[in-house]
């Protein structure tokens, strides 16, 4: 299959060696090149005497070697007389328009077939093979190649700069293999004798000067200039020019067909540059050039014979060995190109050949010099061979992609890859390619320290480039996958170590999560069931994209994974996850919830490997059973659980999110914000399956719309409702092609009647086509609806007619809910968690006063605080305060440090009860929390809240750890078991106890009512006067006292 060769082939007259086709195509460029028509006078023939053909290249610097011209044997040709420069030529009929503009500039005197042309001779250009027209050449020939495309279908033959030239010009005689070579350029590129008016010019910048010539000796009719692309060496980023050199090949034409069939059994993605590019370039696959005129590479392990008859191929070190008697241990030029090896045919020593091997040959041999096969690892080699998996760029196509097929073929009979991935090329965001010169793109690493590894990787895998298209590289994209996915993600696990650890601060419950016994139980409700179901079922969507190689359909899902996790589980959870619910159903929320992450964070680690393993690293730590596997990337892609996977359950939130997505959109239409509540909702459909899914999860519809009622219906026309088609054009378009648009724009406008009658039978005809049901999608919509009270609203599910009449109850709620949103956020601006004890106080217009009154309740639900309508006391350590409009009333809100620092107030239930307490100490400070504020009504404080109270009043910037004497007291100890002992902040010795609270009380008295005022906190710090402490208690009441004393025996 290795033979030595004469060739035209694409040569770099910068590195000064030929190149392989693959190689040739890898760099083209546009360029401006000479577009010249030259004129051929006919000789020898009485019939055409006077008459020149017109042959047109963009190649001038080829015209000196010229030998044939060349014309199409089925086209017509025409005899023109030329006006303007009163001579006859002879051109193609369809390429006058390459010389003339319009058809007043020539007269046709008579027509050809190219046939009738053939044998024509006519005088050279140049005088510098003039001899070879003894044996033929100068001759009019005919094939196939010559086109209507562009030129004037006359093409000039020169056998030893063209590939089709060489080919037709051998093929009629006009050239031999071992005849004369007409090749007058050097490796540089440079002009020899015997073109001696040009001798030593390098041949594109003797382009001018050919002109030149050809116009002094009239043999030049036009002289334009093209646009054209035309390839680039790879390496020197010179202009390529075609040129016969003698070179080793590899036979590859007579394997074409295993090339194809080997092909066809590998997987590609995207499946067109195997089916479409890969293919036909298979098809046109020539003989392989391999070797180089180059001093660096791996040497061809060819000897000869001075004469070229006697060759050896050394296939080892061994071998060499055995043949030439040397040794060696580096095998490149500098080490055997002095070996001989004794001849066995009597012909003296042999030498090996001077030529490289072609670094591709190199690059298509690695599957085999990476294991050194077959001389070491034989048995891995042959285990692993075909590989399972490779992924280049798009431009590999010609190149590794090829020469790892061509190799694999002639060496085994098969492919050496098992699947493919074919990446497009990442361009600048104009779409040029990227440029070190141009810097036209941002720097890598400055991306990556901004938004982070993972977001430039998953963007990528989202892009064009992993379905062989372009990426124009944009920074927005990089960002837009942190916000959209990054971001709401990493919150979500966020939120679930917070519960985590509030469970254990507040609850005492340590969480604990046993991945091998855990199973679904009753205590997990139905969006517990959605989420989990949603999570299996991404994660089996995961597995076959991965085994398909599909990466880029993973993200989109991930996407959807996440806003189904944080808009629609989280939030519509977030009451059972902070323990409103009770702790049961709490730990149900959470234990859910950290499902759904872990599993996450196991099956995403190949696409975000920095963010999953953060996850993981953290939440393995709460994971019953011996330590786990250190890394993420340790684990296998998890296995989906089919058990909670619940397709009707998936089927029917997503119905529920429709109608709620529905919802919200007639609210934003008509204005109308979400916190204020709606009569009712109506939704219509005649399927009645989707309207029981629907009323399943009733709840949550009305308190996502926030209306009073859901109503389901069959009826339309009790709500004038009629249906709309739509065609899909997608899968229109590929069946019925240019029709298709026409059908589309008469599905439009199909009748009501119509479209039940497609529904009906399933399929309908459409201006002659019959359309499934499957290629059309039909909506509900309202006639007459701009003067109704609903507001309409459908997609392809449903038609939600929502009530938009808002009556003075809502608009109290409203309002309400406004004032509530208005404390949240300034909870969040001031950093406090939900946890943090604050009083909080309001001041509004009187129309706002009301409706929190009358609202109250709902208030306390969200703000978990009840609202205090008077400002601050003077000694309140106040948090935050803001003013600002709801509406048009006025709205003054402040926060307040509430419990054991200064101004704290907590009743008695009658005179002489003792208030439940204990004292704090740190570094010589000592502080007083109180444990029971409502005293003797047994409602002690829970343990993170102690430590919450012991952070405020110390100004620490974590969670205290506190002690009782050399004990830690942790969430599992009782807080009533705390009265009257001295803790500690750090480790004592021993348990130290007190009678009464280290800081000062002062007790208010009012009939049975007694209400004790701690008036500093910690000791001698943030004092109340005895003015201040009044105003606290509203001892400006009748009948309000103050006294030093529970006892209430030394009124002050």
């Not at 000789?43 to 199409?72: H, K, Q, R």
């Not at 050097?186 to 003797?206: L, S």
């Not at 061809?300 to 060499?320: K, N, Q, T």
Request: charged residues 25%; aromatic residues 10%; hydrophobic residues 35%.
């Amino acid at each position: 299959m290795v033979y030595k060769g004469f060739k035209v082939m694409p040569y770099s007259t910068g590195c000064n060696t030929p190149l392989s086709n693959f190689e040739a195509g890898q760099n083209y460029k546009d360029v401006v090149d000479p577009a010249v028509i030259v004129s051929f006078p006919i000789i020898n023939n009485t019939d055409e005497a006077g008459v020149s053909l017109l042959a047109w290249t963009t190649t001038p610097w080829t015209l000196p070697s010229n030998l044939a011209l060349c014309v199409n044997p089925t086209e017509t040709y025409v005899k023109v007389r030329d006006e303007k420069r009163n001579k006859e030529f002879i051109l193609m009929e369809k390429r006058l328009c390459s010389l003339y503009k319009t058809e007043s500039e020539y007269t046709i005197s008579k027509r050809y077939k190219g046939t009738d042309l053939q044998g024509l001779k006519y005088e050279p250009l140049f005088n510098y093979f003039k001899h070879r027209g003894d044996t033929g050449a100068f001759t009019v020939l005919t094939d196939k190649y010559v086109t209507d495309a562009s030129g004037t279908g006359i093409v000039h033959q020169a056998p030893y700069f063209g590939e089709d030239d060489y080919r037709v010009c051998l093929a009629n005689g006009i050239i031999t293999k071992d005849g004369e070579l007409v090749c007058p350029v050097d490796e540089c590129g440079r002009f020899t004798q015997p073109v001696e008016d040009f001798c030593g010019q390098y041949v594109k910048d003797a382009d001018k000067e050919i002109i030149k010539m050809l116009k002094a000796s009239k043999r030049l009719i036009d002289h334009q200039t093209i646009k054209h692309s035309y390839p680039f060496c790879w390496r020197s980023d010179t202009p390529l020019i075609y040129k016969a050199v003698p070179s080793w090949f590899v036979t590859v034409e007579t394997i074409v067909d295993q090339l194809l069939e080997n092909n066809s059994k590998s997987y590609w993605v995207p499946d067109f540059v195997k089916e479409k590019r890969f293919a036909n370039w298979l098809k046109g696959a020539r003989d392989w050039a391999v070797s180089r005129n180059r001093y660096w590479g791996t040497p061809l392990p060819l000897w000869i014979s001075e004469d070229g008859e006697e060759i050896v191929c050394v296939g080892s070190i061994a071998e060499l060995k055995k043949l030439s008697g040397e040794s060696v241990e580096d095998i490149h030029r500098e080490s055997v190109d002095h070996i001989t090896i004794p001849s066995t045919q009597g012909k003296g020593v042999l030498r090996r050949v001077t030529e490289v091997f072609d670094c591709w040959f190199e690059s298509g041999s690695m599957p085999y010099a990476q294991q050194h096969y077959p001389f070491q690892r034989k048995r891995e080699f042959e285990e692993s061979f075909p590989a399972d998996f490779i992924a280049e760029g798009i431009d590999q196509t010609r190149g590794w992609f090829y020469t790892l097929l061509v190799l694999s073929t002639a060496l085994f009979g098969k492919p050496a890859f098992k699947n493919l991935i074919c990446n497009g090329l990442v361009l600048a965001s104009d779409g040029s390619k990227m440029s070190k010169r141009k810097k036209n793109y941002p720097e890598p690493s400055l991306i990556v320290d901004k938004y982070g590894a993972d977001a430039v990787r998953l963007y990528l895998i989202n892009s064009p480039a992993v379905r062989g298209d372009g990426l124009k590289f944009k920074e927005d994209g990089v960002r837009d996958i942190l916000k959209d996915v990054f971001l709401p993600w990493f919150n979500a696990y966020r939120y679930l170590v917070q519960n985590i650890e509030r469970l254990q601060r507040e609850e005492g419950i340590e969480f604990r999560h046993d991945e091998t016994n855990w199973k679904l139980t009753d205590d997990y409700n139905y969006m517990d069931r959605w989420i989990l179901s949603f999570t299996q079922s991404l994660i089996k969507f995961v597995r076959a994209e991965m085994a398909a190689y599909r990466l880029y359909t993973v993200v989109p899902r991930l996407i959807k994974f996440v806003e189904n996790l944080t808009n629609w589980y989280v939030r519509m959870n977030r009451r059972r996850l902070k323990g409103d619910s009770g702790a049961a159903d709490c730990q149900a929320a959470v234990e859910t919830l950290f499902v759904v992450i872990y599993s996450m964070a196991k099956v995403m680690a190949p696409f975000t490997p920095f963010l999953a393993e953060t996850f993981y690293r953290n939440l393995r730590n709460v994971i019953v059973g011996e330590v786990k596997e250190e890394s993420v990337h340790f684990l296998m892609v998890p296995e989906p659980r089919e058990e909670l996977i619940d397709t009707n359950i998936e089927a029917a939130v997503s119905r529920m999110q429709s109608v709620i997505e529905l919802g919200r959109v007639s609210r934003d239409r008509r204005t109308l914000p979400i916190k204020y509540p709606l009569k009712e909702v109506v939704v219509v459909n005649e399927d009645e399956g989707f309207l029981k899914e629907v009323e399943s999860l009733r709840t949550y519809i009305i308190e996502e719309l926030n209306v009073k009622s859901l109503t389901t219906t069959t009826d339309r026309a009790a709500f004038n409702v009629k249906m709309e088609a739509q065609g899909d054009s997608k899968a229109l378009g590929i069946r019925l092609k240019k029709a298709s648009k026409d059908v589309c724009k008469r599905i439009a406008g199909m009748s009501h009647e119509e479209i039940c009658k497609l529904q009906d039978q399933g399929y309908i005809e459409v201006l002659g086509e019959r359309v499934d049901v499957s290629e059309v999608r039909t909506k509900l919509v309202v006639e007459g609806s701009q003067n109704s009270h609903y507001e309409p609203n459908s997609d392809w599910q449903a038609l939600v007619l929502l009530d938009c009449r808002v009556d003075e109850s809502a608009k109290s709620e409203g309002l309400a809910r406004e004032v509530t949103n208005r404390i949240q956020k300034l909870r969040k601006e001031a950093g406090l968690q939900p946890n943090d004890d604050i009083s909080i106080y309001y001041e509004a217009d009187k129309v706002l006063v009301e409706v929190v009154a009358q609202n109250q309740e709902l208030i306390n639900s969200a703000v978990k605080q009840p609202l205090l309508n008077k400002p601050p006391a003077a000694g309140d350590q106040v948090i935050i305060s803001k003013e600002g409009k709801v509406k048009d009333y006025n709205l003054k809100v402040t926060l307040t440090a509430r419990g054991n620092t200064v101004g704290m107030s907590f009743k008695t239930q009658s005179t002489g009860h003792q208030p439940k307490f204990c004292n704090i100490s740190k570094d010589g400070e000592v502080a007083t929390v109180v444990l029971e504020p409502q005293v003797g009504s047994g409602n002690f404080i829970t343990y993170g809240s102690l430590c919450h109270l012991v952070k405020k009043i110390f100004n620490l910037k974590e969670s205290p750890k506190l002690y009782k004497g050399s004990n830690r007291v942790t969430s599992s100890d009782n807080v009533a078991d705390l009265d009257g002992i001295i803790l500690a902040i750090g480790s004592g010795s021993v348990v130290a106890t007190c009678s009464e609270p280290a800081c000062r009380v002062v007790y208010a008295a009012k009939g049975e009512d007694v209400s004790a005022i701690v008036c500093e906190n910690p000791v001698g710090k943030n004092k109340l006067t005895n003015t201040q402490v009044a105003e606290l208690a509203n001892c400006h009441d009748e009948g309000c006292k103050l006294y030093a004393d529970i006892g209430l025996t030394n009124p002050l």
